[in-house]
C-alpha cells in the first residue's frame, strides 16, 4: 500500500464548476499537508499548506485535513480554464525533510 | 517571490554522453536541495538530498556513481547524468528547501533531459 493514494483521473468539469481534489494516506506521523499545483512540462508550485487538522482559505481554493480519516481535501471554487493543471498532495512528518507525493490528478476545466 | 532556476530547460544528447544540470535558488540559500525525476504522466520520485557541503544521500535504487550530486554552495547544486542512456529521459526537477518544511522552498522549473 502506497503511502499516500491519489485519484491519477483525469476529471473533467466545466467552467465555474466546485472542483474536489482528495488524497487519503496511512502514515499517523504526518503533520504537514500541502498542495502543489504542475502545469504541462513545468516545476511544481506550491499552492497551500496547512498543518495538523482544519480549513485554510486562499482566495478560490480552499484545503481540508481531517487526521482522523487520513484524508485531505483541496476545493477550487469558480474553476476557470487556467487552473487546469496536475494537482499533487504531498505531505511530511515533523522534523523531517522528505515530501511524500501523490499521484497527481491531471484536472482540465472546459470553458 | 523566491525564484529556483534550472539550465538548461531542455538538453539532447547522444547515449553515452555525460549531461549537467544547475540548479539555482535566486534570492535564498537554499541549505538543503532535492533531486527529483518525473516521468510522463506520473508522480515525483525522489533521487537523492543534498546538504550543503555534504555528500548527498541517495534513494534506494537510485545509482550514486551514475547520478553524481554536488551541493557546493548554497546557492548552487548541480546533477550530472553520466553516461546518458535512453532510459534516463525524463523530466530532472530540483527543490531547494531553507530550513523547516514549512519555510522557504522552491521547486526549479524543469530540465527535460531526453537521451538518443
Known amino acids: 500500500q502506497k503511502e499516500v493514494e491519489q485519484d491519477p483521473g483525469p476529471l473533467s468539469v466545466p467552467e465555474g464548476a466546485i472542483v474536489s481534489l482528495n488524497c487519503t494516506y496511512s502514515?499517523?506521523?504526518?503533520?504537514?499537508f500541502m498542495w502543489y499545483r504542475q502545469y504541462s512540462r513545468k516545476g511544481p508550485e506550491l499552492l497551500m499548506y496547512?498543518?495538523?487538522?482544519g480549513n485554510k482559505e486562499d482566495g478560490r481554493f480552499t484545503a481540508q485535513v481531517d487526521k482522523s480519516s487520513k484524508y485531505i481535501s483541496l476545493f477550487i471554487r469558480d474553476s476557470q480554464p487556467s487552473d487546469s493543471a496536475t494537482y499533487l498532495c504531498?505531505?511530511?512528518?515533523?522534523?523531517?525533510?522528505?515530501?511524500?507525493f501523490g499521484q497527481g490528478t491531471r484536472l482540465t476545466i472546459n470553458p | 517571490g523566491a525564484v529556483v532556476s534550472q539550465h538548461p530547460s531542455w538538453v539532447i544528447c547522444k547515449s553515452g554522453t555525460s549531461v549537467k544540470i544547475e540548479c539555482r535558488s535566486l534570492?535564498?540559500?537554499?541549505?538543503?536541495m532535492f533531486w527529483y525525476r518525473q516521468f510522463p504522466k506520473q508522480s515525483l520520485m525522489l533521487m537523492a538530498t543534498?546538504?550543503?557541503?555534504?555528500?548527498?544521500?541517495?534513494e534506494q535504487g537510485v545509482e550514486k556513481d551514475k547520478f553524481l550530486i554536488n551541493h557546493a554552495s548554497l546557492t548552487l547544486s548541480t546533477l550530472t547524468v553520466t553516461s546518458a542512456h535512453p532510459e534516463d529521459s525524463s523530466f530532472y526537477i530540483c527543490r531547494g528547501l531553507a530550513g523547516g518544511p514549512t519555510d522557504t522552498q522552491y521547486f526549479g522549473p524543469g530540465t527535460r533531459l531526453t537521451v538518443l
Open positions: 504531498a505531505m511530511i512528518s515533523q522534523g523531517a525533510q522528505k515530501l511524500v
Open positions: 534570492d535564498f540559500q537554499a541549505t538543503t
Open positions: 543534498s546538504n550543503e557541503g555534504s555528500k548527498a544521500t541517495y
Open positions: 502514515n499517523s506521523a504526518f503533520q504537514y
Open positions: 496547512t498543518y495538523s487538522s
